[in-house]
């Protein structure tokens, strides 16, 4: 039998109603508190499973507010992009909301029965962005690394089971995307793939534009298309995390913006763990009706 320490109590993740948080950055009963929050037409959440393109989607949404001016959003925040569009669910940040002027910009790695029940009656807007799950596992695995908060994976295999168990900060990625996408039809909610963004950056935004009814000039789409390249958000401090502390971010193990493409779990996953993978998406997403782009080259 192989005896499983676990993580350090630091890095210790909490099951809470079927989902688990990280302790030090979450507290389970604020986290319950974010479903009685009162909602306006003009909050707008983004919703990802970790690594699917969230700190993409902060960059966009901060373009888009400032309508394509790159100058303007620079030195709005000290660290980060997350300084302006915060997780709700982190500590301390769902009383920020609350009193928060309008536009209230908000991410989350929640799933849906915690984010706040106005949101189903279709008050505020919601982005849910997928990404396909093998690019997400070796993403989130490279992830560990640089992250203090989590735990730091002993190897890839060891990782993989775990992430196939649903046994780290956003449980189960298949739940995940099966409870927000059964629900899209309940609440104002773009549903975009990270693959669709990848393919055609622009027609991505433009989509996100009108749904958040926003209404730029072509050069001002073009101005946020350009900045919220993956080549260009390298440049920018902010955009790329690279001035996060470094209680947060360990910087000497890699960037957070690492490669940002599709088709990397070619580089990691064995035959047989893409052969058990396959298979059990298959079968966990069997009745939905959702496609995903598995290689860059499918989309040359």
Partial sequence: MEINEGPTPEHELIPHRGFKLIRGTHDPDDVDQIYHLDIQDSDVFVVTYPKSGTIWMQQILLLLEAQGDVSAISGLSKHSNA??????????????????????LRVTHLQHHFLPAALNHKKGKVIYVARNPKDVLVSYFHFHKLANMLETPKDFDDFFEKFMRGDVFGSSWFEHVKTWYTHREDMNMLFITYEEMIQDLQSAIHRISVFLGKDLSD????????????????????????QVPGELLNHHQGRFMRKGTIGDWKNHFTVAQNERFDEVFHREMKDFPLSFIWDIRDIQ
């Fill in 83 to 104: 300084d302006i569009i915060p997780w709700i669910e982190v500590k301390g940040h769902r009383q920020a909301f609350i009193v928060a002027p309008s536009p209230r």
């Fill in 219 to 242: 050069d001002q789409l073009t101005s946020v298309v350009t900045h919220s390249t993956f080549h260009n958000m390298k440049k920018i401090p902010q955009a790329s995390y690279e």
